[in-house]
């Protein structure tokens, strides 16, 4: 039996390292179901063999670590080394990570009633019209660089990810928000509340 009538999604969205893994682990917080695309797009590879045998050989056997599982950081450094490189990759991994994702949110606005994608390419698939709400979080491109290259990503990959991706304005005129990430997490938290109360009233 469905719990839930109606379903809001938000689509949560932004540039690598503006920190929309911060504002998903808040809004999880608050009960909502938090769909990750990059998780999906993992599990996806790990497990169709027959995509990760597309994806090498598309990008070559460099991309397998010596196990044979795919060594993500070769396959992106390859990959986002050029836009050639860039639609390859989503040319092959897109279809079955869409589909997926969509059969979770199914899933998920079944028995919950704030569902959010957590998605980087949100705009790129056009999801901003699936969605009820786009939030996008954004960040200065210094303190992006600064997470990335955190993450133990190098400064010129950091950069390549970057340029790879749509500009801010881009964000900024699909967004129905844009929620800016440059203070503490504190902050971030009680500005996301206030957006919440506003659009969600049933949530303080």
Same mark, same amino acid.
């Not at 795919?70 to 950081?73: N, T």
């Given at each position: 039996?469905?719990?839930?009538?109606?379903?809001?999604?938000?689509?949560?969205t932004g540039?690598?390292?503006?920190g929309?893994?911060?504002?998903?682990?808040?809004?999880?917080?608050?009960g909502?179901?938090?769909?990750?695309?990059?998780?999906?797009?993992?599990?996806?590879?790990?497990?169709?063999?027959?995509?990760?045998?597309?994806?090498?050989?598309?990008?070559?056997?460099?991309?397998?670590d010596?196990?044979?599982k795919?060594?993500?950081?070769r396959?992106?450094?390859?990959?986002?080394?050029?836009?050639?490189g860039?639609?390859?990759?989503?040319?092959?991994v897109h279809?079955?990570l869409?589909?997926?994702?969509?059969?979770?949110?199914?899933?998920?606005?079944k028995?919950?009633?704030?569902?959010?994608?957590?998605?980087?390419?949100?705009?790129?698939?056009?999801m901003?019209?699936? *969605?009820?709400?786009?939030?996008?979080?954004? #960040?200065?491109?210094? +303190? &992006? =660089?600064?997470? @990335?290259?955190? $993450?133990? %990503?190098?400064?010129?990959?950091?950069?390549?990810?970057?340029?790879?991706?749509?500009?801010?304005?881009?964000?900024?005129?699909?967004?129905?928000h *844009?929620?800016?990430?440059?203070?503490?997490? #504190?902050?971030?938290? +009680? &500005? =996301?509340?206030? @957006?919440?109360? $506003?659009? %969600?009233?049933?949530?303080?």
């Open positions: 039996m469905c719990l839930i009538d109606i379903a809001m999604v938000i689509g949560l540039q690598i390292g503006a929309k893994t911060t504002v998903a682990n808040i809004l999880r917080k608050l909502a179901r938090i769909i990750d695309a990059d998780l999906i797009g993992r599990q996806v590879v790990d497990n169709s063999a027959a995509l990760l045998k597309k994806l090498t050989r598309a990008f070559g056997p460099e991309i397998l010596s196990s044979g795919l060594d993500r950081r396959l992106a450094a390859l990959a986002f080394a050029s836009e050639a860039k639609r390859k990759l989503n040319d092959l279809p079955y869409l589909r997926e994702l969509r059969a979770q949110r199914r899933a998920a606005e028995d919950h009633a704030l569902v959010v994608i957590d998605a980087a390419l949100l705009l790129f698939w056009e901003d019209e699936e *969605v009820d709400y786009v939030l996008v979080v954004h #960040a200065g491109e210094k +303190r &992006r =660089l600064e997470r @990335l290259t955190g $993450r133990g %990503i190098s400064p010129r990959d950091a950069r390549s990810r970057q340029r790879a991706q749509l500009p801010f304005k881009e964000f900024q005129k699909r967004a129905d *844009v929620l800016m990430n440059h203070r503490d997490p #504190a902050d971030l938290e +009680r &500005r =996301l509340r206030k @957006l919440l109360a $506003r659009i %969600i009233p049933a949530i303080n």
